[in-house]
């Protein structure tokens, strides 16, 4: 009788997870991780949450969520992301060991002989990965990197960083601050990706609202939502029927929503709060142009990659964006996509009147194709896939 093979294990160590099947929050590690299970038995140990199961199988995936606090205060991850919590609320610096401690001891009762760990982010999945004495992928997002510029935390991430049996980051844009900042002596480019053959995909048979203006994302400095608000002014004066509907959440919203009444623009704007699954992607279906206004935040943090492009573009939305290293690396010669200065936001809404005056929207051939090689899950999960074996051959070989 012949056994089955035992499949290697694979242990994902991340900070931000979804807490249930369909959740708002970023869903990126969780999409990588259940299509590597072809290939591994594949164990996700990431932070509880209130409202979340402890360990449950997620599409396949066995998500461990550790506790690190009592319930009520296990508040450092949602909703903003650990840098922007830390930063609206030094307290939580409390939370901090015992969530970095919490994971360890989690990952380390599930390593078993020839196992491999792929840990998202540099600190603190990543310092937690370094600990554990098995073989790691590390990638950075792009806020770990960006941010946390202060002496002992640059020290702790090139720890991290030169620990690693390889090194990836999601975009161009930050391939070179890696190097400059980390002194790592090899980056990998691997960027996260988008389901642009089943989901994000254009519908021809429907008519896209006219003056309709699209953002997706977290309400965050980073985002320059507050730029796009400043611009709407001198668009609506203009073209009076114009609306914009922010989708997303974050520690922003009541500060953009006062902002909007100040402008006198309250009425355009709808903040339809986070949406996922069919109804985000009616939302860039509809629309008539995606504006991602990014821009540095005070922090030094600045976007990563910039996934909502690769979306809206998938869908068939035209696209206008900051010119900032992220939206450049995602954008350039992309059909249907133009950029402006960062942070100006008369640039913006003339570049935003002009798009509106005459439609540009992506190639449904050439663009597409561009997106599908560098972007779709299917390429993206055969990259990690093969970078996760090789780590694997060549554990097993040495002595």
């Not at 990965?129 to 950075?140: E, I, W």
């Not at 922090?299 to 990563?304: A, M, P």
């Not at 010119?323 to 003339?350: F, H, K, T, W, Y």
Request: proline content about 7%; glycine content about 8%.
């Amino acid at each position: 009788m012949n056994e089955r093979p035992v499949r290697p294990q694979l242990i994902v160590l991340a900070s931000t997870y979804p807490r249930w099947k369909d959740d708002h929050e970023p869903s990126f590690v969780h999409e990588l991780a259940r299509r590597l299970t072809s290939s591994f038995d594949v164990v996700a140990v990431v932070p509880h949450a209130p409202g979340a199961a402890v360990r449950e199988i997620l599409d396949g995936v066995d998500v461990v969520r550790y506790r690190y606090a009592p319930a009520a205060f296990e508040t450092l991850v949602n909703d903003g992301g650990i840098v922007t919590n830390l930063r609206r609320a030094p307290w939580k610096w409390l939370l901090v060991p015992s969530f970095a401690m919490g994971q360890w001891l989690a990952a380390r009762r599930l390593l078993r002989p020839g196992t491999i760990v792929h840990a998202h982010w540099l600190v603190s999945p990543g310092a937690i990965a370094r600990c554990l004495g098995a073989p790691y992928l590390l990638t950075s997002h792009g806020a770990d990197l960006f941010a946390l510029r202060a002496p002992l935390a640059v020290r702790l991430k090139r720890w991290v960083a030169l620990g690693a049996r390889r090194f990836a980051v999601v975009s161009n844009a930050m391939a070179d601050e890696a190097v400059r900042q980390l002194g790592v002596p090899e980056v990998t480019v691997s960027p996260m990706g988008a389901d642009l053959q089943a989901r994000f995909t254009p519908d021809l048979s429907l008519v896209r609202d006219k003056d309709h203006l699209l953002f997706v994302g977290r309400l965050v400095e980073k985002k320059g939502i507050d730029i796009l608000l400043h611009a709407l002014p001198r668009v609506i004066a203009e073209r009076a029927a114009t609306r914009l509907t922010i989708v997303g959440h974050g520690p922003l919203m009541a500060q953009l929503r006062a902002l909007a009444e100040e402008l006198g623009i309250a009425g355009a704007v709808d903040f339809a709060g986070p949406l996922a699954g069919r109804a985000l992607v009616d939302m860039y279906r509809r629309a008539s142009l995606f504006v991602a206004p990014f821009r540095p935040a005070t922090s030094g943090d600045q976007e990563g990659l910039g996934l909502v492009l690769v979306e809206a573009l998938g869908c068939g939305l035209g696209v206008v964006a900051s010119d900032v290293p992220a939206a450049r690396d995602v954008l350039a010669e992309m059909p249907g996509a133009s950029r402006v200065v960062p942070g100006d936001a008369d640039a913006l809404a003339s570049e935003i009147m002009r798009r509106l005056e005459s439609p540009s929207l992506p190639d449904a051939v050439a663009g597409r194709q561009a997106l599908l090689d560098r972007f779709d899950w299917e390429a993206v999960t055969a990259r990690y896939r093969d970078a996760l074996l090789a780590i694997r051959d060549a554990s097993s070989a040495e002595p």
